[in-house]
C-alpha cells in the first residue's frame, strides 16, 4: 500500500517535471521509477533512523525540544507508513497540549486528522477536528 503511494508521487512528479519541459512521458521513464522505488525507500529509512536517533537523545521533560523532533518525523511518514505518522501525529498532540500552545495544538490535531482523513476515516477526521478550538489561533 504504502509503495503505491511512493509510486503515485513519483509518477505525479514526474508528469509534472515533464509537462514543465513539453517532452513525453514514456513507459520506460515510469519503469525507471518503480525501479527506483527501493532506492527512495531505503533513503527515508536512513532519515527516518537519524531523526529517531536525535529523538531518542531528547530528554521526556524537554516538551519544546520534543515537540520539534516529531515534527519531521511525522512528515517523513505521511506518505511512507500511515501507522507511524498517526504514531507521531498523536505525539505532537499530546506534547502541544502539555505545553499549553493553542497554536502547536491546532497544528498537531491537523496533522492527526490529515492521517484521518488519508485512511479513509472520514468519520473520525470529523470527530477530529470538531476538537479543534481556533479561539487559540493565531489571526495571521
Not at 519503469?31 to 537523545?57: F, G, M, V
Not at 511525522?74 to 500511515?82: D, Q, R
Not at 502547536?104 to 470538531?130: P, V
Request: charge should be neutral; proline fraction near 4%; hydrophobic fraction near 40%.
Amino acid at each position: 500500500m504504502y509503495q503505491s503511494l511512493l509510486l503515485g508521487l513519483l509518477l505525479t512528479l514526474s508528469l509534472t517535471a515533464r509537462c514543465q519541459n513539453n517532452a513525453p512521458l514514456t513507459l520506460n521513464d515510469l519503469n525507471q521509477a518503480i525501479d527506483a522505488a527501493p532506492h527512495y525507500d531505503a533513503e527515508r529509512s536512513k532519515t527516518i533512523e537519524l531523526l529517531k536517533k536525535d529523538l531518542s537523545t531528547t530528554g521526556p521533560n524537554d516538551l519544546e525540544l520534543l515537540f520539534h523532533r516529531y515534527q519531521p518525523l511525522y512528515e517523513e511518514y505521511k506518505v511512507f507508513n500511515y501507522d507511524s505518522a498517526f504514531f507521531y501525529a498523536r505525539k505532537l498532540t499530546a506534547t502541544a497540549l502539555r505545553l499549553g500552545d493553542p497554536s502547536r495544538i491546532i497544528y498537531a490535531r491537523l496533522k492527526t486528522g490529515f492521517c484521518l482523513l488519508s485512511s479513509g476515516m472520514f468519520k473520525e477526521t470529523i470527530d477530529s477536528l470538531n476538537e479543534i478550538d481556533i479561539k487559540g489561533a493565531p489571526t495571521a
